[in-house]
C-alpha cells in the first residue's frame, strides 16, 4: 500500500481516494440493482443505520445481504443521483437525489433529497452507513398518486 507517514497512519490523500472510490463502487452497485456487488462493497460488521421513521436499521454484512433482493424489488429503478460528495479522511457526506417506483404502491413513482454519512475501512470496504431521508415526503408523494 505504500509507506505511511511518521506517525504510522497513512497518508491523507490514499485515505481519501479510497473513502472515494468506495463511496462510489457502492453506489453504482445500488443503482445497478446488483444485490451482491452492493454487499460485497461492505464490510462483514456494516451498520446500516437509518433515521427515518420508515427505514431499518441492520447490522452485519450478512444481514444486509438477506434484506437487499426484498428492497431492490419494492424499490424498483432504484437511483441515486450524486448532487455532493465530500470527503475526510475515512469519512464522507454525500447529498443525493434519489428516485424509485414504489411496487407496493401501484409503481407510483418518488422522487426525494437525502443524505448519507460513511466510514470506510481500511480494506476500502464500507463500514458504516447513515441515512437522512424524509419519510413523510415519500408518504406524501404515495398518497397523494393514490
Known amino acids: 500500500m505504500g509507506e505511511l507517514s511518521p506517525s504510522g497512519a497513512e497518508p491523507s490523500g490514499r485515505t481519501n481516494q479510497r473513502t472515494h472510490d468506495a463511496v462510489l463502487r457502492y453506489l453504482a452497485a445500488l443503482n445497478a440493482h446488483d444485490a451482491d456487488a452492493v454487499a460485497a462493497s461492505v464490510s462483514a460488521g456494516f451498520v446500516n443505520e437509518h433515521t427515518s421513521a420508515l427505514g431499518r436499521t441492520v447490522t452485519g454484512r450478512s444481514a444486509y445481504r438477506r434484506r437487499l433482493d426484498g428492497f431492490l424489488a419494492e424499490f424498483a429503478d432504484l437511483h441515486y443521483e450524486v448532487e455532493e460528495l465530500l ?21 407510483v413513482v418518488v422522487r426525494l433529497r437525502g443524505m448519507f454519512r460513511f466510514r470506510v475501512d481500511a480494506q476500502g470496504l464500507v463500514a458504516h452507513r447513515v441515512d437522512y431521508w424524509d419519510s413523510a415526503e415519500v408518504h406524501r408523494q404515495l398518497t397523494a398518486a393514490t
Open 87 to 107: 470527503i475526510d479522511g475515512d469519512r464522507a457526506a454525500v447529498a443525493y437525489r434519489m428516485s424509485f417506483r414504489s411496487v407496493s404502491a401501484g409503481r
